[in-house]
C-alpha cells in the first residue's frame, strides 16, 4: 500500500472517506473513528472535518454528522480490493493474512480486516 506522502493527500483522503460512508447520520465519534484510518493527528482530523463541511459533504450538528452526498457509496466489487500477505489492519491493529484495502479517487487506505473495512465505509452499524 501507498501510504497519503502529504498532509494535503491525507485530508483529500479523508474528505472522500466521509463522502463515501453508507450512513446518513453518524456521531462526531464515529466519524472520528473512521478518520482516524487516514491520521491520528487532532490538528489533520478537524481539518478533514472543517473541509468536508465547506464542500458540501457534510453537515454538522452538535455531535453529529449528516453526510451530504449523491449516492456515492463504496462500490465493494471494484473498489475493495483484497491483497494476501502479512498485515496489521490499520483500524484495529490485528495481524491479518488478507488485507482489504478502499480505492478511492483520492488515494488507497488499507489495509483493513473484512469486519473493519465494513465498518470504515460505514456498511456495518457497530462503529456508531
Known sequence: MNEPASREERLELGVELLAHL???ELSLPAAIDRIETVTTSPAL????????????????EDARLRVRRGGTYVNYDSQVVQREGEF????CGTSITTGHFVTLDAGELGPFGSSCVRKVTGRDDDAE
Not at 481539518?47 to 457534510?58: N, P, S, T
Not at 496489521?88 to 483500524?91: H, I, L, Q, V, Y
Open 22 to 24: 453508507e450512513r446518513e
Open 88 to 91: 496489521e489492519c490499520r483500524r
Open 45 to 60: 482530523t478537524r481539518d478533514i472535518l472543517d473541509a468536508a463541511e465547506k464542500r458540501g459533504v457534510i453537515e454538522r
